[in-house]
């Protein structure tokens, strides 16, 4: 019996250094693990995608050989976008769905998302696989290749209103998975406007920067792109584009929470009262915005499996984390896919009479920090995090602990969490004023400091 390496097994997804931690090995094992669950519980299909990383392609080949070695047909749709996976899933109404990515991470990581049918595939559910002999079943199963790209394109599309004013849009995928189906949207021409793309080219050595929109330095080609062509906003891509990143036409950077502003508002109108979801790194100006405008906010745990979970639970309309991972339950099907919430953005700004920039101008603002990221060993992490949690008990501190801790005290508050898909602690802090900042931003250092650890 293979023994599957216990440091790839996360809390939602599968994840190592190919090569290293990760080896096809693994992928030929995981794959004969899964199809062994999928077959105990009565399920016979699976949807394969993979992203454009050099080390996707074998370990995709691993991975099929392994499910078809375990007894169940595989639909393997190619090179594109994780939320292209999902959307097989549901439009090729197979049981499950495997996605080889390596997401937002380092060009030499890569790993799996796994989805079944009718719910995310994580936590107890990755563990489980551990356990299983995944011998080989005594039929094997079939594999079909099949080509979604302009069905799901189509799907994309189906939502957006070209509305009554044409939009300037820059737009950078940043050599990852989404690069073709970019294409795809501007060969449509049913985009109201110009549409000015760079680096749609998918290319695993991503040679332009590294395909992150949460940090801004992976943002500066688009800036220039967006001021170069006078653009009314620009929009950027991770690797397997599940997250999103913007620009105003001023080149500001709009955070997920901020962003999540914004299409709140829109589904409020349609859905009075709903339910809206934001993960424990968003902005309380978020929560307290959607309450003002009628809806449920509800804090939840960050990572996609997680939030797809809660969205089930409540039955939200919309969820959606800092990272920019957004989630519609509306008119769409509940799943991460930054292709769709850029639509949707575009939606918003074709119906408003204001430019982005205007309408961010006219957001509540508070002093905050983005998303800090501290290096941290992934076997320490958690038991850092469990620690400062038990300090912050003893001195009677405010805090929620819904994932990680975040502390609240007059200045405001500040977050301390560990990653579930790095080697990282998360960090952010928000007040109302810069001098309130600075002591939160003192006040976790202080906690962070009998670790050897600091903020930068």
């Known amino acids: 019996m293979y023994a599957l390496n216990p440091k790839i097994l996360r809390e939602y997804d599968i994840r190592g250094t190919f090569g290293k931690s990760l080896t096809l090995e693994d992928a030929s094992a995981l794959g004969r693990r899964f199809a062994e669950m999928m077959r105990g519980q009565g399920f016979k299909n699976v949807c394969v995608g993979r992203d454009g990383r050099l080390s996707s392609p074998v370990l995709a080949e691993a991975l099929i050989s392994g499910l078809i070695e375990g007894?169940?047909?595989?639909?393997?749709?190619?090179?594109?976008?994780?939320?292209?996976?999902?959307?097989?899933?549901?439009?090729?109404?197979?049981?499950?769905?495997?996605?080889?990515?390596?997401?937002?991470?380092?060009?030499?990581?890569?790993?799996?998302?796994?989805?079944?049918?009718?719910?995310?595939?994580?936590?107890?559910?990755?563990?489980g696989l551990s356990k299983l002999n995944g011998e080989a079943a005594e039929a094997p199963g079939a594999l079909e290749t099949i080509n979604i790209e302009a069905l799901y394109t189509e799907r994309l599309l189906k939502d957006y209103r070209p509305g009554k004013k044409p939009l300037k849009l820059a737009i950078d995928p940043g050599n990852g998975a989404a690069?073709?189906?970019?294409?795809?949207?501007?060969?449509?021409?049913?985009?109201n406007g110009k549409v000015f793309?760079?680096?749609?080219?998918?290319?695993?050595?991503?040679?332009?920067?590294?395909?992150?929109?949460?940090?801004?330095?992976?943002l500066?080609?688009?800036?220039?792109?967006?001021k170069k062509e006078g653009c009314d906003l620009g929009i950027a891509f991770d690797g397997d584009?599940?997250?999103?990143?913007?620009?105003?036409?001023?080149?500001?950077?709009?955070?997920?929470?901020?962003?999540?502003?914004?299409?709140?508002?829109?589904?409020?109108?349609?859905?009075p009262g709903a339910t809206i979801i934001a993960d424990v790194k968003a902005s309380q100006l978020l929560f307290d915005d959607i309450t003002a405008h009628g809806g449920k906010a509800i804090m939840a745990k960050t990572g996609h499996s997680l939030i797809k979970s809660k969205i089930a639970e409540t039955k939200a309309m919309l969820a959606g984390e800092m990272s920019g991972h957004i989630f519609f339950a509306d008119t769409y099907y509940g799943f991460d896919d930054a292709l769709y919430a850029a639509i949707r953005l575009l939606n918003i700004l074709?119906?408003?009479?204001?430019?982005?920039?205007?309408?961010?101008?006219?957001?509540?603002?508070r002093v905050n920090t983005p998303e800090i990221r501290i290096e941290c060993d992934d076997e320490q992490k958690f038991i850092i995090v469990e620690k400062v949690r038990d300090q912050l008990t003893k001195n009677n501190a405010s805090l929620n602990d819904v994932d990680g801790v975040r502390v609240n005290n007059a200045d405001g508050w500040w977050l301390l969490r560990a990653s579930n898909t790095q080697a990282i602690l998360v960090a952010r802090c928000e007040s109302d004023t810069a001098d309130g900042l600075l002591r939160l931003q003192e006040q976790l250092g202080s906690y962070l400091k009998p670790f050897d650890l600091k903020i930068t």
Not at 243 to 251: M, P, R, Y
Not at 350 to 365: G, N, R, T, Y
């Open 350 to 365: 074709h119906d408003s009479d204001q430019s982005l920039a205007e309408i961010f101008d006219q957001i509540p603002k």
């Open 241 to 271: 584009a599940d997250h999103i990143g913007v620009i105003d036409g001023l080149g500001r950077i709009l955070w997920g929470d901020q962003l999540m502003i914004l299409w709140s508002r829109e589904v409020l109108k349609s859905h």
């Open 71 to 127: 007894g169940v047909n595989v639909k393997d749709i190619g090179v594109g976008p994780t939320p292209m996976v999902y959307f097989g899933v549901k439009h090729l109404k197979t049981d499950a769905g495997i996605m080889v990515t390596g997401s937002h991470n380092p060009p030499e990581d890569n790993g799996f998302k796994m989805t079944l049918y009718t719910r995310p595939f994580f936590g107890p559910d990755i563990q």
């Open 220 to 226: 500066k080609e688009l800036t220039a792109l967006v």
């Open 197 to 218: 793309a760079v680096n749609t080219a998918i290319d695993g050595n991503f040679p332009a920067h590294h395909p992150d929109p949460t940090v801004p330095e992976n």
């Open 179 to 191: 690069g073709h189906i970019v294409e795809l949207l501007m060969q449509s021409g049913k985009l």
